[in-house]
Every structure is written in structure tokens, then in C-alpha cells.
RNA sequence: GCGAUCGUAGCUCAGUUGGUUAGAGCGCCGGUUUGUGGUACCGGAGGUCGGGGGUUCGAGACCCCUCGGUCGCCCCA
């Protein structure tokens, strides 16, 4: 007999707990998206490889060796989404969604990325998503970023001090980005022999990442680096500040990470990254990947697909990242429906339609003895058990055990009982 | 792509310097208990020891190859 084929690496079956985070994860996402009035939208999961390859940069590592490509029946080379923002700026340029500018939008879904599965890093890998597009203004960042906050307060992450704290950066314009990246060639150029192995292939391909390498032998020349700090313009000098001033009078704590930097090419002024602090608990939960959400402002990405040019501000978040960092959800308080003899089972499937149908978090089994029944619906995390009897049982009809007195179980027993009829239960 | 480490029942794992018929807990199935505030009792099914090759009188254990998991590097959410 065939064996059962196996998943595909890096991907997952979440299930049980982990898939409760996940689902908790989502719905905050989506009620805090509605609070700040971001539009819901539904993107394609694959586009033409095009999209991904003209945006992001040919060089990055997510284009020349991460993306899932295959041509198709028509010989199309298509590609599985890596992100969201490039397929969500292609679709602003194809729809015509000019006219919607400034537009706030929020999503949520599935990318794929070819590599090495770890803690924290899969194959198919799930983000929620933020962009507003059309908006030039600081502010954008501002209320994106305070969006950001909220989101993981109201997951119970800790912002700030010993918690995840937001690290934040500018990269300039495009003319103060190229200038300190040609400073930084020149810079680390004059020490290549000294550089990690790493950080020599760096200086050809993305200098800019040597700043944020963990090699110890690369340290002494990252800190003499040239700053970004001496080639910002006026105007991009002013735009950080304005997003620092904002985000102060918004109450969202940052630090200033001068050595952040962005993998894709086509972003500009701010950089940002939430990142648990050392030795913080959340830092040991997420192992080696430690950022949970990270974004930026990409002024230079509609051009890149022939658009006219339309500033943008966008950010993503990991939620595996932030399902292990929000702990488990308990389930909700519910109640056992258990029929006292197999004549009853259609009378207790009755008794759950009822009660659910008003609202009641109802648990049911489809055979086993009342007692285990019981027992499994224990294991399973209800708080009630509700016995159900013949019509002309001496006892009562329904009997309500087991509920403790927390103030979510007794408003379930209450609502039990009111629907149910008070009269018809017995001791 | 590179490195480390681990693969024994559906799950979590034990299995002595290589030595008869590979074990436990949980889960599952059947039964007992006539029932309920803390998960009872008895019984049962279930394993090509990831796969292939080798060493040996003898391999779950040692060697090689391979497939997979986990963690790290690179990179990223």
C-alpha cells in the first residue's frame, strides 16, 4: 500500500492551541483595522513573477533566491506572493484606486518564501498587513505606527521597556540613501580584508546590511560607519522629525536604531521594526527570529512598475511571531449538554439547538455513557454540565452541575435556566 | 545554500557495554461501575524501530547513504 504522502516542508498544520492564538491574532487584527478605519481588501495569493522581481529588486534575496516561481499551462512565469505590498501596489495601479487616495487598507493571509525552515520562519508563513497609499505626510507614518502599538497592546504584548519595543530609523530620500550607501561602500571597501565572510559578499550585494551583522569581527568598522544622520536632506531631516514628534505626542514608545535597514529595495525615509528587548521574555519565546512586525515608507515603488508616483507607508507582522508571544487562549465558558439515557439523545440534541440558538456556548458528544461523557467534556474545558431527563422525570427534567463561580459561568447558568424555564429543572 | 542535533505505537517518550517474543503513559476500542466538585476500575487492538545498504553468529543500538523533524547561520514577518 502507498504511503501517505507527506506536507510540504515549512509548511504547518496548526491545530489545538497554537491554531487559537492564531485565530485570537487575526480577530484583534481586524477589530483594531476597523478602529482606524482601514478598508478590508482580498488580494490574489499569486501574481506574475514581474510584479515581485521589478519591485522588491532583482538582487535581494527574496527575488534571485526565495520566491516560489513556476511557468503555467500558457507558459506565464507566475509567482507565489513573498509579500503583500507588491501585488497590493499593482493592484492600486490596475484599478484605478487613484481615486480612493488617501487610502487606508488592511489584509491578511498566507506568503511563501523558499527557505530553510527554523523557529519562527516556515515556508508558508502567514502576515497581517497595513498600507496607506496616496499619503506623503508624516502623519501617515504617525497613525500607522500608533495603529502598530495598539494592535499588540490589545494582544497583551508589552510595549516599550523589557517588552517589544519599536525601533526606528530613517533611510533618507532617494539622493540622501544612495549618498550614504556609496559612503558606506567606500567605508567598508577600505577594511574588505578584515570583514567577515559574510559582510564581503554584503559589500556587493547590500552593504547596507552590514550594519546589522551579528559577526563580532565586523563590530569595530560598523561603528565607525558613516551615519545616515550626515547625508539627510532638509526635507527628509524634517520628515523624521516630524514622525518623532508625532509618534511622542501619540504616546508610542520608540528607540532610534540608526543601523536599521530594510531588505527591499524600494523603500525611503522611515524604517521601523518591532523587536522584543534582550532577555525579555518575548525574546526567548521567538528564538533567533525576533522580529514580529516591520515596515516602512516605499515613495520609489509605483514607479518600479511603471505607475505614476504615489507615496506609501506600509507594515507587516508576522502571526505565527505574535501567536507565540500572546499565549493560551482558554476556551469559552460553555456547558455539557448529557442525556441520562440513549432515549433522550434527540431531546438533548433539541435542548443544544435551543440554547445555542440563544446564544449559549453548548458542548455535545455523539455516544458514551453519560459518565463519560462528562469526563471527556471536562478535559475538554467546559464549566457546566447540563443532565438532561424524560419529560416526566420526578427529579426534573434538566439538572446544572458543575458551575463554578466565575461571573462568565454564572451568567452562563443563568442563561440556561431563563431559556430552559425555571421550572423545569429539578435537584 | 551551510552547520549542529534528533527520527522507537496515533501522541509524548523509555529501551543497559550489540544478546530470547521491543515497553510505559496518554489516546483509541470493548466492558464494569448507575451515575456528577476533579478525571474511577478491568480488558483489548495497535510497531517493516523513518527508508536503503553495510559490519556482526546476532543490530532499535555500530558505520555509510538517503528522506524527514528541530535549532542556528544567511535572510526575513
Not at 89 to 118: C, D, I, M, S
Not at 244 to 251: I, R
Not at 281 to 292: E, M, N
Request: glycine share 10%; hydrophobic share 40%; with cysteine.
Amino acid at each position: 500500500m502507498p504511503k501517505t504522502p507527506q506536507a510540504i516542508r515549512g509548511t504547518q498544520d496548526i491545530f489545538g492551541p497554537d491554531a487559537e492564538s492564531f485565530a485570537f491574532v487575526v480577530e484583534t487584527f481586524e477589530r483594531v483595522r476597523k478602529l482606524y478605519r482601514f478598508r478590508r481588501i482580498e488580494m490574489p495569493v499569486f501574481e506574475k513573477t514581474d510584479v515581485f522581481a521589478r519591485s522588491l529588486g532583482e538582487t535581494t534575496d527574496v527575488v534571485s533566491k526565495e520566491m516560489y516561481s513556476f511557468d503555467d499551462r500558457g507558459g506565464e512565469s507566475l509567482t507565489l506572493r513573498p509579500e503583500f505590498t507588491a501585488g497590493i501596489a499593482r493592484a492600486f495601479l490596475t484599478n484605478g484606486w487613484q481615486q480612493h487616495v488617501p487610502l487606508k487598507v488592511g489584509t491578511h493571509g498566507p506568503l511563501f518564501r523558499y527557505e530553510r525552515p527554523q523557529k519562527g520562519r516556515y515556508r508558508q508563513f502567514h502576515q497581517l498587513d497595513a498600507e496607506i497609499i496616496g499619503a506623503g505626510e508624516p502623519q501617515a507614518d504617525v497613525e500607522l505606527l500608533a495603529m502598530a502599538d495598539q494592535l499588540l497592546r490589545e494582544l497583551g504584548i508589552a510595549t516599550g521597556p523589557g517588552g517589544v519595543t519599536l525601533h526606528l530609523n530613517t533611510l533618507g530620500d532617494g539622493t540622501s540613501r544612495e549618498a550614504w550607501r556609496s559612503a558606506l561602500i567606500e567605508h567598508f571597501r577600505a577594511v574588505k580584508g578584515d570583514l567577515s565572510d559574510d559582510s564581503q559578499e554584503r559589500l556587493e550585494k547590500n552593504p547596507l546590511r552590514i550594519l546589522d551583522s551579528k559577526d563580532r569581527r565586523d563590530r569595530p568598522f560598523v561603528a565607525g560607519a558613516p551615519k545616515i544622520d550626515a547625508f539627510l536632506s532638509e526635507d527628509a531631516l524634517r520628515f523624521f522629525d516630524d514622525v518623532k514628534s508625532g509618534l511622542d505626542a501619540a504616546d508610542v514608545k520608540w528607540k532610534r536604531a540608526d543601523s536599521l535597514v530594510r531588505g527591499l529595495d524600494y523603500y525611503r525615509h522611515t524604517a521601523f521594526e518591532f523587536i522584543p528587548d534582550e532577555g525579555s521574555a518575548a525574546a526567548d519565546a521567538l528564538g533567533s527570529q525576533s522580529t514580529i512586525l516591520g515596515g516602512g515608507r516605499y515613495d520609489g515603488l509605483m514607479e518600479s512598475l511603471s505607475g505614476t508616483a504615489t507615496p506609501a507607508v506600509g507594515w507587516a507582522a508576522g502571526i505565527e511571531r505574535l501567536a507565540m508571544l500572546v499565549g493560551e487562549k482558554s476556551p469559552e465558558a460553555g456547558v455539557a449538554i448529557l442525556p441520562e439515557s440513549d432515549e433522550l439523545e434527540a431531546k438533548a440534541s433539541a435542548t443544544a439547538a435551543l440554547l445555542r440558538r440563544g446564544g449559549v456556548n453548548c458542548w455535545t458528544a455523539f455516544k458514551q455513557n453519560p459518565k463519560k461523557r462528562g469526563i471527556k467534556a471536562r478535559t475538554d474545558g467546559v464549566n457546566a454540565a447540563l443532565y438532561v431527563r424524560a419529560t416526566d422525570d420526578p427529579d426534573g427534567e434538566f439538572k446544572l452541575t458543575n458551575v463554578s463561580d466565575t461571573a462568565g459561568e454564572v451568567s452562563i447558568s443563568e442563561r440556561v435556566i431563563s431559556i430552559l424555564g425555571e421550572d423545569r429543572f429539578g435537584g
